[in-house]
């Protein structure tokens, strides 16, 4: 069975999610698109020759005239949970970009909804769909490195150069935070298998930076062992710049893992790398280091959440990325927003 689906918000990253990702994966098909902007959404009907009675210029008047089973939402976060709640009234599954939404409080109302309807409602988590994280992910549930010690994560990227006018990166509510930082605050969940209980986050405010909100910021984030997790991001970076996961740094008993991830463009694998770093026998022998070969998958990034929602829509596995499971992700990343604000550490607060 193929799963029908509209597709509302099509500009920026919606535009490549209809013309990149929503194309590359078989098991669905978009049978109705939706923005409020005509240039936009005309465009984008054109690109993939799609009839002008697909096209819509909202979620409602797409949902009155077309026959799907799901809604793929990849609009402005502050519209995320709207959209859901309309198109989860509708009876449709959905899928939704990232952030879910800017407060977890918001984010349960969803979640509560589709589990009243008996509905599959998914975050886009595109991160946790590469091979470098998951063959982490094994080697931490296998005891690869015994007793956890330290993580540490860093993420490095400049985005500074374009007018304020020219960018609306710039305008994203918390930029650093909400919109790349929940990327890696969801990848430590996904390979530690743990959750944050705490967070202490400091955000700098360099005079040059173009951002309304912060670009630049620095945790500490406790996880419910105990193990702190050391973290820091920026978008204002001279250094040598890092791939989009970051660069990690998993230290144990028994050694490190470090690994890197998403280097290139969206789905591009090939700067996936895992090595173990390991001690055994007498200190003389000095510590052996290990590349670990990584496997492949039909579909990675967006198009491997995009295949397992279509794939969860039929009947199949529950998504890893529900939305239950994102609101501890949304509710790490609320705190880090919070202790950024108050100076203060914050408790990690997941709604019921």
């Not at 809604?71 to 879910?100: C, Q, R, S, W, Y």
């Not at 008996?118 to 998951?134: I, K």
């Not at 026998?281 to 052996?288: C, I, L, R």
């Amino acid at each position: 069975m193929t799963v029908r689906i509209i597709h509302v918000g099509l500009g920026g990253w919606g535009g490549s999610w209809a013309r990149v990702a929503l194309p590359a994966v078989s098991e669905v098909e978009v049978v109705g698109i939706a923005d409020p902007s005509a240039p936009t959404l005309e465009a984008v009907r054109k690109d993939l020759g799609l009839p002008e009675s697909a096209a819509f210029p909202s979620l409602t008047a797409a949902l009155a005239e077309v026959d799907a089973d799901a809604v793929v939402i990849t609009a402005p976060a502050v519209t995320h949970v709207p959209l859901a709640l309309e198109a989860l009234d509708a009876g449709k599954h959905v899928l939704v970009e990232k952030p879910f939404a800017n407060s977890a409080a918001e984010a349960a109302e969803a979640v509560h909804r589709a589990e009243e309807r008996g509905l599959v409602l998914q975050v886009s988590q595109n991160y946790r769909f590469y091979p470098a994280p998951r063959v982490t992910k094994d080697l931490l549930a296998a005891g690869t490195l015994g007793e956890l010690s330290a993580i540490n994560i860093d993420f490095r990227q400049w985005d500074n150069d374009a007018a304020f006018e020219d960018n609306p990166h710039y305008r994203f509510p918390h930029a650093m935070i909400n919109d790349m930082a929940i990327h890696h605050l969801d990848l430590l969940r996904m390979v530690t298998g743990k959750d944050a209980v705490r967070v202490f986050a400091k955000a700098t405010w360099p005079s040059f930076s173009k951002y309304q909100d912060e670009a630049v910021a620095s945790m500490l984030i406790e996880m419910e062992d105990g193990l702190v997790v050391s973290y820091r991001g920026s978008w204002l970076s001279r250094a040598e710049h890092t791939p989009w996961a970051g660069e990690w740094s998993i230290q144990g008993e028994d050694g490190e893992i470090r690994f890197t991830s998403r280097a290139g463009e969206p789905g591009d694998v090939s700067g996936d790398l895992v090595t173990v770093r390991t001690v055994s026998g007498s200190a003389a022998e000095g510590p052996k280091e290990t590349s670990v070969e990584l496997p492949t998958a039909e579909h990675h990034d967006r198009q491997g959440g995009l295949q397992a929602f279509a794939r969860a829509v039929e009947g199949g596995p529950a998504p890893e990325t529900s939305g239950r499971d994102n609101l501890r992700s949304l509710a790490l990343m609320e705190a880090a927003t919070r202790s950024a604000a108050s100076g203060m550490p914050e408790d990690v607060v997941v709604p019921d």
